[in-house]
């Protein structure tokens, strides 16, 4: 994030605390991603990209309006979550909305392609927006492409689910295992400082 010398500034954030910006999205996506995938095939691909769409623009604006060190990290957790659930969701969709062959090779062009095109120009806008806005617009961004999204997606994407007689939700191993990214990402995101 380009914004966070800005961001420390104005909120205080001592060297140790200011590595939890980063590091609470990276603990959220890590340590939901495969539940994320879960739900996606259980109540359906579209229904869990709104949802993750919504979590992920109410993680925005509540970066935005942060006052606080503990608000913009719970905030970035939030985005995390968001995160998670939207990048199982989508791929999904990808396969189910595009017929086999030079249509989803072309979706999957343009999606993956997005990705690179998306962190580069993440770079570049938000140096721009926190030198001439503040670092609050980093985070407001996001709110109404969130919103823009939500409104089209039910027009734009098919609904897909698992077609499964069972709708039989493992809760012990999905706890486990949401548990068990966590702290593989919580030792990898520490270990640095901790040695």
């Not at 994320?36 to 309006?65: C, E, N």
């Not at 997005?114 to 770079?123: A, H, P, V, Y």
């Amino acid at each position: 994030m380009v914004s966070i010398p800005s961001l420390a500034e104005e909120l205080g954030f001592t060297a140790n605390n200011l590595q939890w910006v980063v590091s609470a999205y990276s603990l959220a996506y890590g340590g939901f991603l495969l539940i994320g995938g879960r739900l996606s095939d259980l109540i359906g691909r579209r229904r869990m990209f709104i949802v993750a769409m919504g979590l992920f623009g109410l993680g925005s604006l509540l970066g935005g309006l942060s006052d606080s060190q503990l608000i913009l990290i719970i905030a970035r957790g939030l985005q995390g979550l968001g995160g998670a659930l939207l990048s199982p969701a989508t791929l999904s969709l990808i396969m189910s909305n595009f017929q086999e062959g030079h249509k989803r090779n072309r979706a999957l062009a343009v999606w993956a392609s997005m990705g690179g095109i998306g962190l580069s120009l993440g770079l570049l806008l938000g140096g721009i927006l926190t030198t001439y806005i503040g670092w609050e617009a980093t985070f407001y961004v996001n709110v109404p492409i969130a919103l823009f999204v939500i409104i089209f997606a039910p027009i734009a994407l098919l609904e897909s689910k698992t077609q499964s007689n069972s709708h039989h939700y493992d809760v012990a191993g999905a706890v486990s295992v949401t548990i068990g990214m966590m702290l593989i990402v919580y030792y990898l995101i520490t270990s640095p400082a901790e040695g």
